[in-house]
């Protein structure tokens, strides 16, 4: 099982996977966020691995739209996005 995939679903754990699955903090361009989505621009789409994404404890699922690749967590979205914004510095 891969390193981020644990039974924690504490926003700084599905945070930390998250980016894990995208690329890592490196691979992300920008971020936003809507009523139930993180939204990530991606410099290099092929790092991102949407099954993981969707395996991941707390993440409802992950889907591309628009060129970004959208994550709906299962609850907790601001908390987990104010964690990545934590980790990757903005």
């Avoid at 903090?25 to 990530?40: D, E, I, K, P, T």
């Avoid at 889907?63 to 990757?88: A, D, F, N, T």
């Amino acid at each position: 099982m891969p390193s981020a995939l644990q039974d924690d679903s504490s926003p700084r754990q599905v945070a930390c996977a998250v980016l894990e699955y995208i690329g890592g903090a490196g691979n992300v361009v920008s971020m936003s966020h809507c009523f139930v989505r993180l939204r990530f621009a991606v410099s290099h789409e092929e790092q991102v691995d949407e099954g993981l994404l969707s395996a991941v404890p707390g993440v409802a699922m992950a889907l591309w739209q628009r060129g970004e690749i959208h994550v709906v967590p299962r609850e907790h979205l601001m908390e987990i996005y104010s964690e990545i914004q934590v980790i990757v510095g903005r």
